[in-house]
């Protein structure tokens, strides 16, 4: 089984989080929404956060001086058939509204109550309706997608925690 490892920002500014719509992917040929991020780097496997901001700078031009609160709130595991997909996803904001054109996609600020319209991913749209219901807490959450008995797709939710035991 492989492994792949990825970081995801969401950053928000007035309410608005910056937002990438993809329309020529390599994965799918319909368009969808993302946040920013991307793959670990070998040089970045022990420092999700490195590599977190080194997509928001390559995707968006944001340097790290211009993020505030950028905090992982997040790890979000799933199969995708012989693979074991892990997401690191950090929330942050910025004053700064401009941002650079990225090759990878159209960039956009959306609103945060229109983010569940988008065609997103089904395990972010999981992550975003918990981190409505949770958005004052500051640990970070493990989910792991499932499926139910009647082979509907879940998350299962768990508070990351030291349990200060061998």
Not at 22 to 47: Q, V
Request: charged residues 30%; hydrophobic residues 40%; negative net charge.
């Amino acid at each position: 089984m492989k492994l792949r490892q990825m970081a995801t920002a969401f950053i928000m500014n007035d309410g608005r989080f910056i937002m990438m719509k993809k329309t020529n992917s390599k994965l799918f040929d319909f368009e969808f929404w993302t946040a920013l991020g991307g793959h670990l780097e070998p040089n970045e496997i022990n420092n999700a956060r490195k590599a977190c901001l080194r997509e928001i700078f390559e995707e968006s031009g944001l340097q790290e001086n211009e993020l505030k609160e950028l905090d992982m709130r997040y790890v979000l595991l799933r199969q995708k058939e012989d693979e074991i997909r892990m997401q690191f996803v950090f929330f942050g904001s910025t004053d700064k509204t401009e941002l650079v054109p990225s090759d990878e996609g159209e960039l956009h600020w959306v609103e945060e109550a229109r983010l569940i319209e988008l065609n997103i991913s089904t395990i972010i749209r999981k992550m975003l309706e918990h981190y409505s219901a949770n958005r004052d807490d500051k640990r970070v959450f493990v989910g792991t997608m499932t499926k139910t008995d009647e082979d509907k797709p879940s998350v299962q939710w768990s508070l990351m925690t030291d349990p200060m035991v061998f």
